[in-house]
């Protein structure tokens, strides 16, 4: 029965998408704009139906319902319910059912809230947003259907993948790299609007994509920080980014969409960059399709890759598809794009965001050709090389440092004409602090030098961006006599999407000290215990107290309990590393446990131990300032919230 | 319809149990830990480390962070947890402990793995196209962004700026860097 509804509605959903999706091209074409109503209706009916598909999958797997496929692969009956239900985007096949209810929710979102707009662009918007969900439902029929019928129905299932049901971060983490994700399809379908109905050459689309580019940008950066937090409490190496091809392909699409939104506002205030942030949308999009193909095709391994299957020529066609379709329509409308702007001076912001969008494509193009480097090379030489975290970082490292540095020196520059005079002393205060900063870090004993840059640049580029906060409120208490608080709270409201702008800078500068302090002081120590023996790291003496072992439903656990003594001998603090022993597993899945504090944490894993529970061996890991970097992702998003919230005027 | 309201209150409690849960599961085990009696501290086993010691284990981490584990996908022998990765680890120690150079324990796991154990492909023949293509795009990006700004100043700053252009944005990117840069070198 639930199956029955799921699969008749996700067959009406098809067909609601495929006759939408042609429906507003040909009444515009033939002047029934009297139709147009039809392809709004698509775009709500696809959306109800794919909710109610999804709900029925959920539905399925809350009541254990084996006789549906996706279920009887992902579905145990021993699984606690919260991960049973967050399975819907443990595998493939659900992971697609519920990418097409974000890509349905978010096109009613925009038919709904663009309805009054006069002109063709959103009808056509509308029609590009239906055709990319007809080509997931074409996936949900084909070859990713979720709702096969199991017969016999077997008694029980094997649970999900152990990785995905042994922390709470992956109720988070899946969802927002989805809403960031599909978000990016949003702005390419305004893209195409544009480019179709022939306004590609005025601002009015550029204003509608750039809101829903920050907003799909804001929950890819939480997606991809909520990722390194679960690659950090889940995996037991202590590390957090592994430049691995599944978080490859979640952060290129992130860089390309970081350059628009940077350099959409050189269009916005100079008319200029048309042709190159129309193929920035259209490459974010693509991106985030091919980053899909990769990782879900099977062609690439990688640690959080847990799907695979044979519908990796449906996305390369895809793909073909969006990339011909676009140049097509870009080469057609090559004349609007075309721009005779001028720069009054070469020294001024615009230049910086010039070299921050070249900066931001190298980067990109750095790790998306790692990525796909080990493809190139077994198909040219039929020999497997890797390419991991020795090449990334020593590549894209002096780009980061550069950026660090530019972030600092474009907000101090001002548009149209600024002067190296003004500049040098607007920099001074961020160089001493980047000074000092260095021959702290120096003086804490580091040789690696891009530890010393990052830490030097992180320095100098907060301090400019502070900066532009002092000198505004300066201005506004001189101008009006207001008080600090004051002053700050109109700067925020006179210039929101500035000031929060340099909310998200501040928070990528949170995030960067993160990184370069744990990268650079990170220490370890592995020791085998006899319960009563300790270890020391550093400050951090660790007294094995017990190994211990326990039953749970859906899993063994082994884990040892260890305390952190105080200089008095008193213990301060208890953690239990564990190895949870699932059934479908071969090898048992890590599980650290972690004292945090805001200049660090201990990270504890419990690495082997002896059956009789004689002894452990255990390692400890210090990490210095790692929770910034979580700190730092939600500062982030609360820049991008202030700069994209909606007021009355802009709106 | 029912059973569909019971089901959604279902799932809702879990979603707010589950924290609750986690907290409670965490105290519990803090309270196990804390009923057991202590037990005597002895010293640290190993002793302690001597200036050699701590030279080949530098070596070492350096070295094992840049070999692939063969079983964990794109984690290096140095970050990971696995047994395998823990007994090349022991490999890499005792090859340099015995004398070889780094290149030496390389080649050693090269020949026993082929080139895919290395993270960072061998820098020449077809290889150097990964390592040449950003670069390429770098430079030639530079020029373009250079020409670019040139001739969008060219008539309206008067051609002064025009002939500065390139210099003032190729000094803008690297003077004030080499003087923040400079304690460092």
Redesign the interface.
């Known amino acids: 029965m639930t199956r029955l509804v799921a699969v008749d509605a996700l067959w009406f959903a098809l067909i609601a998408c495929a006759v939408g999706g042609i429906v507003a091209p040909i009444a515009i074409a033939r002047g029934k704009r009297q139709w147009l109503p039809f392809a709004q209706a698509a775009v709500y009916a696809n959306f109800a139906l794919v909710t109610i598909a999804t709900g029925a999958m959920m539905w399925a797997l809350a009541t254990h319902d084996f006789s549906i496929s996706y279920v009887a692969q992902v579905g145990s009956r021993a699984t606690p319910l919260f991960y049973t239900v967050i399975s819907l985007w443990g595998a493939l096949e659900g992971s697609i059912l519920f990418w097409a209810w974000v890509l349905a929710l978010y096109s009613a979102i925009v038919v709904y809230t663009n309805r009054n707009r006069p002109g063709n662009l959103v009808p056509y918007a509308a029609s590009a947003l239906l055709i990319i969900a007809l080509f997931f439902h074409i996936l949900l029929v084909g070859p990713a259907n979720p709702f096969h019928l199991v017969s016999p129905v077997p008694l029980d299932g094997p649970g999900p993948n152990p990785l995905l049901q042994n922390h709470i971060l992956m109720a988070v983490h899946p969802p927002l790299l989805y809403l960031g994700y599909v978000g990016m399809s949003v702005p390419f379908a305004f893209a195409v609007g544009a480019l179709l109905s022939g306004e590609a050459g005025s601002d009015g689309w550029i204003r509608l994509t750039r809101r829903w580019t920050l907003l799909a940008w804001a929950f890819l950066a939480a997606a991809i920080i909520a990722g390194m937090w679960w690659s950090y409490e889940v995996l037991g190496w202590g590390g957090y980014w592994a430049w691995d091809p599944v978080e490859n392909a979640s952060f290129i699409p992130f860089l390309t969409a970081t350059a628009f939104l940077h350099s959409v506002m050189v269009q916005e205030r100079r008319g200029m960059l048309k042709l190159w942030n129309i193929n920035l949308v259209v490459g974010t999009f693509a991106l985030t399709i091919l980053g899909t193909f990769l990782t879900r095709s099977g062609i690439i391994s990688s640690v959080h890759a847990f799907t695979q299957g044979t519908i990796g020529y449906y996305f390369l066609a895809f793909i073909a598809v969006v990339l011909i379709g676009s140049a097509i329509l870009i080469a057609g409308n090559s004349d609007s794009l075309r721009t005779d702007g001028r720069f009054d001076a070469p020294v001024a912001r615009e230049s910086v965001f010039l070299l921050n969008n070249l900066l931001l494509t190298v980067f990109m193009f750095t790790v998306l050709v790692g990525t796909l480097f080990p493809l190139v090379a077994e198909a040219a030489r039929g020999v497997k090389v890797s390419v991991g975290e020795p090449f990334f970082n020593r590549m894209t490292l002096p780009v980061i440092v550069a950026l660090l540095f530019l972030m600092g020196v474009g907000p101090a520059l001002p548009w149209k004409r600024g002067s190296i005079e003004d500049l040098k002393v607007k920099m001074i205060p961020g160089t001493i602090v980047g000074v000092i900063l260095a021959a702290i870090v120096l003086l804490l004993g580091t040789r690696n030098v891009y530890g010393v840059l990052a830490f030097a640049f992180a320095g100098f580029a907060g301090t400019l961006n502070i900066g532009e906060y002092v000198i505004g409120v300066r201005a506004r208490r001189a101008a009006h006599g207001e008080s600090v608080l004051t002053a700050l709270r109109r700067l925020f409201g006179a210039n929101q999407r500035r000031y929060g702008g340099y909310v998200a800078h501040l928070g990528i500068i949170v995030v960067a000290v993160g990184i370069a302090a744990s990268s650079t002081f990170r220490t370890e120590r592995e020791a085998t215990l006899k319960p009563g023996e300790t270890m020391t790291l550093g400050k951090v003496t660790a007294r094995l107290k017990d190994v211990w072992g326990r039953n749970e439903p859906q899993r063994d656990v082994i884990g040892a309990t260890v305390e952190l003594l105080a200089a008095s001998g008193e213990p301060y603090a208890v953690l239990s590393p564990r190895m949870n022993i699932y059934p479908m597993s071969d090898q048992p899945i890590p599980t650290p446990d972690v004292r945090s504090t805001p200049f660090g944490d201990t990270y504890m894993n419990l690495m082997s131990f002896r059956e009789d529970g004689s002894s452990a061996t255990i390692k400890i890991i210090n990490e210095p300032l790692v929770p910034w970097i979580w700190f730092g992702g939600g500062v982030i998003c609360l820049g991008a919230l202030i700069s994209g919230w909606p007021t009355r005027r802009s709106a | 319809m029912s059973r ?1 309201a019971l ?1 959604i209150v ?2 809702a409690a ?2 707010l149990a ?2 609750v849960a ?1 907290a409670q599961s ?1 105290a519990q ?2 309270k ?3 009923s ?1 009696a ?9 002793g302690t480390i001597s200036a050699a010691d701590s030279v080949l284990e530098a070596r070492t981490s350096a070295l094992a ?2 070999l ?1 584990c063969p079983v ?5 022998i140095q ?5 395998l990765a ?1 007994q090349m680890r022991s490999v890499v120690r005792d090859h340099l402990a015995a004398g070889k150079t780094d290149r030496e324990v390389r080649a050693y796991f090269i020949s026993k793995y ?8 061998q820098p020449y023949g ?2 150097l ?3 040449a ?2 670069v390429f ?2 430079v030639g ?2 020029g373009f ?1 250079v020409m ?3 001739s ?2 060219a ?3 008067n051609g002064v ?1 025009a002939e ?3 210099a ?2 190729a ?3 690297s003077e ?2 080499q ?3 400079s ?2 070198d």
């Open positions: 569909v089901g279902a799932v879990m979603l589950a924290p986690r965490a085990t803090a196990d830990a804390a057991q202590p037990a005597a501290v002895r010293p640290p086993p190993g962070s840049t692939r964990c996908q794109g984690l290096s970050d990971s947890p696995s047994e823990q082929g080139e895919w154990i290395l993270l960072s492909p077809f290889n196209l990964v390592y293509l950003p795009l770098l990006g530079l962004v670019k700004v040139r969008w100043t008539v309206s700053a700026a500065g252009a390139a003032a944005i000094g803008q990117a004030p860097e003087g923040t840069a304690p460092v």
